[in-house]
């Protein structure tokens, strides 16, 4: 079976920039959160959305928002990117809400020039 | 501030031998759930070992097990037989049992010396 997959692997982009980045789940798994990890840091909790809800947002301003398909999959967009937006962006997948364990993707590193 | 705190920014350790992660947490649930990642060079974060806050026995996992102390909010990890391929950054971090969001620690960098 597939495990957590994300796209693209890498992205440079200016600042004042939009960027997308995709996520798609384990198959099952209904519930998709997004990390964002700055190098030499742990993850920071962005996003949770579970059955396409958004079920839970981390500390972060509005420039940054996502959203959960029909298939699960999802989406992080962020508008007007800033120097401090560079990082390992980290996607991660769970069979439902609240279940324990979480599967990571291998992440979008995202720069920022 | 609900924060997790890892002291130990890099360790190393002979391989074979045994080594000891330390993390501490702070928290004002009673329910709730520990977590040890690894994050090998490859950038996949990878699921080592989990302690559930109601269980009293400390968990294990081959070669990976922990020492869980609820009253002082401490949650180390110790691998036994370090292998090269142990080597990498491990993460400690907390789940609470109603907000599912993951906080997660600074990280600690794993050497193996062969």
């Known amino acids: 079976d597939a495990g957590v997959t994300q796209s693209p692997t890498h992205l440079i982009k200016t600042r004042g920039q939009h960027v997308t980045l995709r996520c798609s789940p384990i198959?099952?798994?209904?519930?998709v959160s997004w990390y964002q990890q700055v190098l030499g840091q742990g993850p920071q909790f962005i996003f949770q959305y579970y059955e396409k809800e958004e079920r839970g947002r981390g500390n972060f301003p509005d420039r940054f928002s996502a959203r959960q398909f029909p298939n699960y999959s999802s989406e992080l967009n962020v508008n007007a990117l800033l120097l401090g937006d560079s990082a390992l962006y980290l996607c991660?997948?769970?069979?439902?809400?609240?279940?324990?364990?979480?599967?990571f993707g291998p992440g979008t590193r995202l720069t920022v020039l | 501030a609900q924060t997790v705190t890892q002291s130990q920014p890099e360790m190393s350790v002979q391989e074979a031998e045994t080594v000891t992660l330390s993390c501490t947490y702070d928290?004002?649930?009673?329910?709730?759930?520990l977590f040890w990642y690894k994050q090998p060079p490859s950038r996949q974060m990878i699921l080592v070992i989990r302690?559930?806050?109601?269980k009293q026995q400390n968990a294990t996992e081959n070669r990976f097990s922990v020492n869980f102390q609820k009253a002082a909010k401490s949650f180390s990890l110790k691998i036994s037989d370090s292998q090269l391929g142990d080597a990498a950054m491990y993460f400690c971090?907390?789940?609470?049992?109603?907000?599912?969001?993951?906080?997660w620690g600074a990280g600690t960098k794993l050497i193996i010396k062969p």
């Open positions: 302690q559930e806050a109601y």
């Open positions: 198959s099952g798994h209904k519930s």
């Open positions: 928290t004002s649930e009673s329910d709730y759930y």
């Open positions: 971090a907390r789940r609470g049992g109603s907000n599912y969001q993951l906080i």
């Open positions: 991660a997948s769970s069979f439902r809400e609240g279940y324990n364990e979480q599967f």
